[in-house]
């Protein structure tokens, strides 16, 4: 079975699930033509909230919102989550997009909807699986009365000759599984990827609580269609509350690839990631699998302060495995930090954020997370600058590019550590976005603050910064990461409906784990309108923003490397394109 599972043209399909959403749409359920967002390169005297925002290419339905992801047979699919009725949070169907690049996509018709009684009140999220004759099938959350009632249920394609597997069929046999009376039934949702075992046993791990204890409920099946529930979860945690969107995948320990679900032995290590529906943060721990139990490694920590894959605007994210170029890919739900009247206004929220392939680190101590590569394709103009110091106070303009949809790269270094400023013992350490807010980039420091000031107005009314700040603690440094959302936007939630209290616009901000003896650090950001997206030292830590300038919009952003720290930093080397959208973006 392993050597059909890592022979076979597998079609992997993992779909994502974020549900307690309250958003609203004015979207009757039609299914209109995507709007271009560089209709207009010049300046326009009033923000469009229906155009200006939208991204070039990051992926985005033409309305409503959104938030899955899966990959097939030559072709990657997106499922995602929508609701094509509108008006207000309701029946979720699962949109379906094809693609074969993961950068240009094509609409097709919604996979799954809301149709039988396992599954009339809404169609939630869960994940697809290859079964041997190359067969995908998907296992999704099925909602059966107005109480939230949650059961499992399956879907498979109609026609496997339909390379693009349009149509998918719900068996009569439906539900799969359903809660027994130990099981939270309101609180059951989002099955996995299923992994086959050498006893030859199909196990899938599904989201739940018990109290407030966050559950992941393990499933055992020889024929995939009726399934046991193990006697001990897989994993659980007290007072987290309710798991969403469980993610459970082996990495390998020495390799740079990424592995098929069902790897298993002593050169990998796993990965157990959760969404926290209540602090709608997601964290993984790594760890090991034995006996059918997850057990973190010493030193993880296993709750809301754990490492997250994303410190900003990111929840519901699942990963596949690519076995057409041997990747494990992430993607992830970014919604939107606006109003929920600016939602309905602008007909749309939330977008997926660029995929990413994941591996562990090195260190063994995290993952490492970088843009696929698929995405250099959009890059155009291009500038680099070499060797430019940068003195207290200073900040270059990067010109020659589109500053509001653009890739950059760079690397700063610095001559000495001396002069980091001291870490308060009595700052929390796990809080790094309070630290963030405190430290932002217009407080000057010893070594950083220093990074990019993206999505800037030509006088700096509107910017969102992405730097690094070092401490010095007792005997080691820290480097605090941010991306500061805070002043990118003049207008308190573009429609000005409110005093922008509703909006979700912190100083993003996390910790990196990261060797300074080279006296270094890389920063990589992927701007596109209403988003910055930045991974820092080569993908430890990753922060992702939604903003909405008034004024930094189309040829009216600029980008800067700043430099606001008594130390001089050096730009070592960096290199920046102008990003274009994808041909092929029907979404
Ligand atoms: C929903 O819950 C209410 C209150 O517990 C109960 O009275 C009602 O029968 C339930 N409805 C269904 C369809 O289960
Ligand atoms: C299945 O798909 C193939 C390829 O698109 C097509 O030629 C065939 O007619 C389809 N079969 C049915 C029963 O629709
Ligand atoms: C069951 O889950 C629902 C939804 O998360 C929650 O409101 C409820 O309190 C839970 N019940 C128990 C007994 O934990
Ligand atoms: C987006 O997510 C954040 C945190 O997950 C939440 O605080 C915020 O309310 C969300 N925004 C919207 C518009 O749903
Ligand atoms: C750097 O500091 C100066 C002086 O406080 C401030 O005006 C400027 O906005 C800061 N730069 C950034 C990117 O915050």
Redesign the pocket.
Known sequence: MMEFLSKRKSIILSILFWFSLTLIFNNNGVVEASHEVFKNLHPVPAVNVMQVHRTGYHFQPPRSWINGPMFYNGIYHLFYQHNPEGAVWGKIIWGHSVSKDLINWKRLKPAIYPSEPFDRYSCWSGSATILPGNKPIILYTGVI???Q?QVQNYAIPANLSDPYLTKWIKPKNNPLITADVSINKTAFRDPTTAWFGPDGHWRITIGGRRRNRGVSHLYRSRDFMHWVKAQHPLHSQAETGNWECPDFYPVSISGKHGLDTSVMGPSVKHVFKVSLDTTRYEYYTIGTYENDKYVPDEGMIDGWNGLRYDYGNFYASKSFFDPSTNRRILWAWANESDTQDDDIKKGWAGIQTIPRTIVLDPNGKQLLQWPIEEVEALRRQKVDLNNKELVHGEKIEINGITAAQADIDVTFSFQSLDKAEPFDPTWDRYDAQKLCGQKGSTVDGGLGPFGLITLASENLEEFTPVFFRIFKDQNKHLVLMCSDASRSTLANGMSNSNDGKDAYRPSFGGFVDVDLTEMKLSLRSLIDNSVVESFGAGGKTCISSRVYPTLAIYNNAHLYAFNNGTETIKIESLNAWSMSNPLQMNR
Do not use: A, G, L, M
């Open positions: 009365d107005n109480n009632t």
